[in-house]
């Protein structure tokens, strides 16, 4: 007798990175490291982005820009990403992230978006410049999200708000104009969604910070990226533990457990009775076992930039394909006169 066993249709995934400088320890922990690991289960079918056209929203030079995303698709695959089963693509590349970023401008209101955390922070960096893709920065990224029909956004804790944005807006337009996007969930890690400055703990890892110090590049040095953790800022209490004040003792614990997958309490026992000298050249040794190995992948690719090249173009067309059916309906369905 034949069965006739449908298979459950694969959750869709979609992220993205801006291209606006080097990677950051931060953006591994949070969100790369993540996606890498969502790729290899089998139940989902994923879709990554460089996001190249919210980077323009801060003043960018040309040529830098060109070198830091062949730069970040390097990574993307250095750090264990398959650019050739899933699309991994230029934003810039999608005509139709544009397209639905303009009706979702359409559909979003000047009061939410002046309440996006990140527009107030990068208004406050960026004060001769506060332009208006800056402000509607997070209709693009919803954009982004619902064109995929994404069921899941893997993202670090600072991209939670734009997330909660994205819901209520594929709600309202749902509502206004009949069901047409999925609502996405954020997945957020447990461990290390906001890894913090090494200088200032209680401040997000960021390479805009203009102390080079409280940040780890995934391109440093390794001889670097050992100095910078020996000097992160800790307590005088030398104790590896949890507790009150010890932010800068859990963000190395943060990075210890992302690093190893080792859980605090592991962590705890671990250097019991240790100080933060032994604590921090484990953690430093820790870092440089995982970025090793991605550093030199990376070295390798940037020498094939036919291989990239065939990555993106391939990406492209496998995102362009998902990404015309969702603008083609949403056009339809706002009134607008088929072509
Ligand atoms: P971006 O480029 O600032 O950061 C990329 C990802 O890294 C995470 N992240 C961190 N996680 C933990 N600790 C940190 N210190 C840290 N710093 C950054 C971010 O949460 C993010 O997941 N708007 C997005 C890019 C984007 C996007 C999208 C993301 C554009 N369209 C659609 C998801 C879906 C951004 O600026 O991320």
Redesign the pocket.
């Known amino acids: 007798m034949e069965t006739n066993i449908q298979a459950e249709p694969k959750k869709r995934i979609?992220?993205?990175?801006?291209p606006?400088g080097a990677l950051?320890l931060?953006?591994y922990?949070?969100?790369?490291r993540n996606w890498v690991q969502l790729q290899k289960e089998e139940q989902y079918e994923s879709y990554y982005?460089i996001?190249d056209l919210?980077s323009i929203t801060v003043r960018q030079e040309p040529k830098d820009l060109r070198k830091n995303c062949m730069d970040l698709l390097a990574l993307f695959l250095a750090c264990g990403l398959d650019g050739e089963k899933e699309p991994i693509f230029f934003?810039s590349h999608i005509p139709a992230h544009t397209q639905l970023g303009w009706v979702l401008d359409c559909n979003t209101y000047m009061g939410e978006l002046s309440r996006m955390t990140?527009f107030k922070d990068k208004s406050r960096k960026h004060a001769d410049n506060i332009n208006a893709g800056l402000f509607t920065?997070p209709s693009?990224?919803a954009a982004?999200?619902l064109l995929y029909q994404a069921d899941l956004?893997?993202?670090?804790?600072?991209?939670k708000q734009?997330?909660e944005l994205t819901r209520d807006l594929a709600v309202r337009f749902n509502n206004a104009y009949s069901d047409t996007f999925k609502v996405p969930e954020p997945y957020i890690p447990k461990v290390?969604?906001?890894?913090?400055s090494l200088q200032e703990p209680t401040q997000?890892?960021?390479k805009s910070d203009p102390n080079e110090n409280s940040y780890i590049l995934l391109l440093d040095p390794i001889d670097k990226i050992v100095k910078k953790i020996k000097r992160a800022v800790t307590d005088s209490e030398a104790r590896v533990c949890l507790g009150e004040g010890k932010e800068g003792v859990e963000n190395l614990m943060s990075i210890y457990s992302a690093m190893t997958g080792k859980t605090m309490d592991e962590i705890t026992a671990e250097f019991d009775g240790k100080g933060y000298g032994d604590f921090k050249a484990a953690v430093a040794e820790a870092v440089v076992e995982v970025l090793r190995p991605i550093q030199e992948k990376h070295a390798d690719l940037m020498k094939n930039k036919d291989y990239l090249e065939s990555i993106y173009r391939k990406g492209a067309e496998m995102a362009n394909y998902t990404a015309r059916k969702t603008i083609s309906k949403v056009y339809r369905k706002v009134g607008f006169i088929q072509p």
């Open positions: 979609l992220s993205g990175i801006q606006s950051t931060g953006n922990v949070g969100a790369l982005m996001a919210h934003q990140q920065y693009l990224m982004d999200i956004v893997p993202v670090g804790k600072d991209q734009h997330l290390g969604a906001k890894i913090m997000k890892m960021s």
